[in-house]
């Protein structure tokens, strides 16, 4: 590259990650900010962060969230987990296109429109079945079948790179395909797994639109609670419940990325001893 | 392929359906299914007296209003606009990221990249009220051009289409950079030299080989924004003004304001319409890329 053009690149880049990471930071700052007004900086004070914590509204409507995000995780997991594989190992089926078809939209679909459909089923289910009552149960079937759609993406790329050729190996051993795919496939995408399930996790604890349609009146999520502070306008607070959400999801995905990696390392190191001692 | 390798690929066949039915039966019922009871509702009459506020019939009525009203051609076309732009705006900050990392030393492509996604995995909601307090009157932006002497009386960003636009950049520049990013990074180095040594100027070869590699991703990370972009409500609601005529708000106060779910829903399956081609260009293009590796 000539240098005045990467000079150039480098100063888009630069402006790029200001223009991610600025809001995020004066987010922070204000938070330890004395003055009510989120905008004017009148000394450092932690009092915001005593107000939060004695928020019960706001703790439990925490508690909710990560509930729902907790079941969503694991259930959306194992879906988006299986729909990965079918989409990536079976080339043919009855009904594929349409199922492509399904993993894609929701990836898309104005949450708006997915959020009235779920609730007019919901609706429905409940006038023929009487169930499911609105609350926990809806909001955790709505989350879980887009994140699951999510999850698939994930894991279909993984399996899309993914060499066949351990697997053979071990059914050429005489392992039986359910062994092979609990002591092969599944430990070597391990970290797509860990991938999807924190993006399903994620996606579930910051859903606003899609759980304010299928709710109901009695369950109140954190995003829901957000929403209706932030429409009053800014407060301090919320400041202080951001920087807890930034700080907390920068260690979980720093803490995750350290972990595969390690892992990653002493799966080296044993390949290459393996080969040694061979 | 092999014998073994076929087995493999099978699995065990109760294993192989339960693997395809599970999932398929799941987001038929929960996905799929409720698209026609939207359609069928959208159909139906409003009674605000029954519970749930709906008797079904055929009348159509909601469509009727639908299209004798104007507001509502209006908040689609205001949408379809507000979209492109911002996802135009999101392009044109996007590509320029996604080359530089992608041209970066392979070592620190990955950061590079992390450090794009990383804002994504915390709450849309609160990356958005971010900017409710720096567009504000007194907010950051103001006092730095107020600070710099440039400009005494600056205005508000806030409540007008500019702040909407920046607020989908922001919020879905991970979208645009990534498939950015995927298509750029796969592009031979050696090309660009070969238009070189044949005499092309750097933006020439950008214009003539760059640019056209890279088209499968501007078109991917382009729907990625756009699609949902339409139906955005958060953005325009809190960045926004009141006045903001976009489709989704329409929606979101049909229903929740208003409590007319046949309206609601009618605006619903207009979006449908409306978004079926893009969507369906997105489902392609995903299919071709997995299809390519």
Known sequence: ?278 | MSATARTVARGAPWGRAATILVPYLWLLLFFAAPFAIVAAISLGDYTPDTVPPVTLTWSGKAYALLVGDALYAAAYLNSLRIAAIATIVTLLIGYPMAYTIARAPAGWRGPLLMAVILPFWTSFLIRIYAWMGILSENGLLNQVLRGSGLVDDPGTLLGTEWAIYLGIAYAYLPFMVLPLYASLEKMDAALLEAAADLGARPWTAFRTVTLPLSLPGIVGGCLLVFIPAVGEFVIPDLLGGTGTLMIGKVLWDEFFSNGDWPMASAVAMAMLVVLVAPIVLFQRARARDLAGR
């Open chain 1, 1 to 278: 590259m000539p240098g005045r053009t990467s000079r150039l690149l480098l100063a888009v880049l630069a402006f790029g990650y200001a223009f991610l990471y600025v809001p995020i930071l004066t987010m922070i700052v204000y938070s330890f900010n004395e003055s009510r007004l989120v905008t004017v900086w009148s000394g450092f004070s932690v009092k915001w962060w005593g107000e939060l914590l004695r928020n019960e509204a706001m703790l439990d409507a925490a508690l909710l969230s990560f509930q729902i995000a907790l079941v969503n995780a694991c259930v959306a997991t194992v879906l988006g987990t299986m729909a990965g594989f079918a989409l990536a190992r079976h080339p043919r089926f009855p009904g594929r296109i349409a199922f492509t078809g399904l993993i894609a939209a929701p990836l898309v679909m104005p949450e708006v429109i997915m959020g009235i459909a779920s609730l007019l089923l919901f609706v429905a289910l409940d006038q023929v079945l009487g169930w499911p009552r609105r609350g926990f149960a809806t909001i955790a079937i709505a989350h879980i079948t887009f994140s699951a759609a999510y999850v698939a993406v994930v894991i279909q790329s993984r399996l899309a790179d993914f060499d066949r050729a351990v697997e053979e190996a071990a059914m050429d051993l005489g392992a039986r395909p359910f062994t092979v795919l609990r002591t092969i496939t599944l430990p070597l995408i391990a970290p797509s797994l860990v991938a999807g399930w924190l993006l399903a996790f994620t996606l579930s604890m910051d859903d606003l639109i899609l759980t304010q349609f299928v709710a109901g009146a009695q369950s109140q999520t954190l995003p829901m609670l957000v929403y209706s502070s932030v429409r009053l306008g800014v407060s301090p607070q919320i400041n202080v419940l951001a920087t807890i959400i930034v700080t907390v999801a920068g260690a979980a995905i720093v803490g995750a990325g350290w972990l595969m990696n390690r892992a990653r390392r002493q799966r080296d190191r044993d390949a290459y001893a393996a080969t040694r001692r061979a």
